[in-house]
């Protein structure tokens, strides 16, 4: 007899970032377990190539542009997530801002100013958002996607690693404060994946081949392998997790 731990039937979830690489294949794996997904990135056009996708395949989406560094967007999608469906079971920050690579000395204000407004401000008010929907309607799950850099910096990548230990903390402060509200706050702190967004270490073949040499299992992750962690902490599998962070790279940070 299959399980029905992981059933998202009836859910209403949010995915950012879900345009493309780890935030597509999460807003793929909640469809299939039959949420109604809320395809969303900075361009409608990609989120609608996602959202066309998951129909093709049997599942429910939508598609709306929101880039979390803009108040007035973020305000915009949850307008329409009142107005629309009226409730929000799950929440997933996944949108990022590109990361600096650079010395940290060399930060200049515009890439600090961007990080800082789409990792922390921008998951922090969309999480405040999501909550209060969540916290009206009975509870929910919100996940951040976080990195393994917030536990220990990447080399010349410090406003990103900075922004990300921010947002490790950040999940735990939500955890604790929306646990009253049966609003369960968990973070994704993924290790190498092979994304767009990760281009560049992929790109420099040294630097490829010294992160691969420390990671035990010995190979980078496919953005897919990413889902499954999200899955199980915005299930009812997981209906005793809140302020969670858990790591998925390889054995990297053992």
Do not use: W
């Not at 209403?12 to 493309?20: D, E, F, H, K, N």
């Not at 129909?55 to 429910?60: C, H, P, R």
């Not at 902490?233 to 940070?253: N, Q, R």
């Amino acid at each position: 007899m299959s399980t029905k731990l992981f059933d998202l039937n009836g859910k209403i979830a949010l995915v950012t970032g879900a345009s493309r690489g780890i935030g597509e294949e999460i807003a793929k794996l909640l469809a299939e377990q039959g949420a109604h997904v809320i395809v969303s990135s900075r361009k409608i056009d990609d989120c609608q190539t996602v959202a066309d996708a998951i129909k093709a395949d049997g599942g429910s989406a939508e598609a709306f542009a929101c880039h979390i560094g803009e108040m007035a967007q973020i305000e915009a999608v949850f307008g329409h997530i009142k107005d629309t469906h009226g409730k929000l079971d799950i929440l997933v920050n996944n949108a990022a801002a590109n990361p600096y690579f650079g010395h940290i000395l060399d930060t200049p204000v515009s890439a600090f100013d961007k990080t800082v407004d789409v990792n922390l401000r921008g998951y922090f008010y969309m999480s405040v958002e999501g909550a209060k929907l969540m916290k009206d309607n009975g509870g929910g799950a919100i996940v951040n996607t976080a990195s393994i850099n917030g536990l220990s910096p990447g080399n010349m990548q410090g406003i990103y690693s900075i922004s990300k230990a921010a947002v490790i903390s950040m999940t735990k402060s939500f955890a604790m404060e929306c646990a009253e509200f049966n609003v369960r706050v968990n973070a994704l702190l993924p290790g190498l994946t092979k994304t767009k967004f990760a281009g560049a270490l992929f790109q420099q073949e040294e630097i490829y081949k010294s992160a691969i040499a420390q990671i035990p299992m010995h190979r980078h992750a496919e953005p897919k392998e990413m889902a499954g962690t999200v899955l199980y902490l915005v299930s009812d599998a997981s209906s005793y997790v809140t302020g969670e962070c858990v790591v998925v790279d390889g054995g990297f940070t053992i």
